[in-house]
């Protein structure tokens, strides 16, 4: 089961500042908690038993909201500041600062209204926003902004950023000691996907290593009439059409995918990436990629090639939007237009993200290892609509980890190749290609169905602390 966060639990700091009108504090309150319900978030905040009408002025009251966020720390995915009124720019920073918390902050302050700008009614939220953001960034303490410098807490435009501020906290907590599982040696015409183990340690990611020698004998052990082959068989059937299949064929992907499933369990796997080829086809007579299109379509991406930074990519995209992430190729022009290009693998995508999946055999690696061999290969187009890619990768001779992110659409123009493809439009690709080679970036890259390239920027370079280039038109 991915453990990518469903619910959030968001800490809501509601700011104040006494000689402004108070009321203002239990009104935004109100309006929080309804708008925190109503989009199903989770929220910790003092009440008014706690402190002044369940604002934050002073320190004392920054000490005690900082205590309530410390008891649940391991619950807290990010942190909310509301100024409904100018707001203590010192009580807010230091609860925050005071709690520990390592999590995205997001900052929204209430709009004036013309008519209401008499001592009893004005907010001055416009002014204090600047003060508050002025002593985070003297604190050390990263923070989000929203759309407008001040918005309405019961508006469309400021539930549309918390939407957008929850995809972040999503992706920076699912990054958080994420362990990739990976199963077989890097294939050794792809030294593209080389990766450095100790930059992803000291990021806090894992990486675990499987032999396929160790996965072949454990297949021996497998009688064709165990359950789990019989489950795992039936959730290959259900994930793409395989009635081309020979059932023998179908019976060792499922045995495959009961050892996969029970190592990843095991050792707590978060993400694969697999040596799909010529292993498995050598010595089982099958394609991995069924199995990794089940995996991925769980929201646990499986990447191709043993590409472990591919599979972290794929993890990040996921968890920003819950949509099953896929990995291909950057893999041929599209005619003439320059704008436009073919990503293709031989058959990995989440069945959810394709039309009408069926299962296969892999053609290109069928020249080398007999078409026979290659059953499990998904074939299907890329549904059409808005697309995201990403990429991470590690950086030996920086000593840095670093990425790149931007937003397209896929397609519907007319392309005849089997496997999974799919025909993507990217603003000014030529310009994202060149820098792509300039900085020694892989072939491959994740791609999803969401518009989320602004929320994986954000995510990465503000709170993760890697650089991360954003390509816009």
Known sequence: MSKIPRQLTLAVIIGNRGFFPSYLVGEAREQAVALFDNMNIRTIMVDETQTNLGGVE?????KVCAELFRKHRDEIHGIVVLLPNFGDEKAAAEAIRLSGLKVPVLIQAEEDALDKMGLATRRDSFCGKISLCNN???????????????CALSGEIFQQDLQRFTQICRVVKAMQGVRVGAIGARPAGFNTVRYSEKLLEQWGVAVETLDLSEIFTRIK?????????????RILEDNADASGIPADKLQTMAKLFVVISEWVIANDIDTTAIQCWTSLQENLGINVCSIMSVMSGNLMPSACEVDVMGALSMYALASSNLSPASIADWNNNFGDDRD??????????????????????????????GKENTCGAVHGRLKGGPLTYFRLSTDDFSGKIKAYVGEGQSINDPLDTPGCRAVIQVPQLEKLLAWICNNGFEHHVAMNHASSGAVLHEAFTKYMGIDCYHHQP
């Open 58 to 62: 002073t320190r004392e009251e920054a």
């Open 136 to 150: 985070l960034r003297q604190y050390g303490i990263p923070f989000t902004l929203t759309t407008q410098h001040v």
């Open 340 to 369: 436009k290009c073919v990503l293709f693998h031989c058959g990995n995508f989440a069945s959810e993200s394709l039309e009408s999946p069926t299962m296969g055999t892999a053609d290109i690696i069928g020249t080398t290892v």
């Open 221 to 233: 052990h497998i009688r064709d009439d165990d359950l789990r082959v019989h489950e795992k068989r």
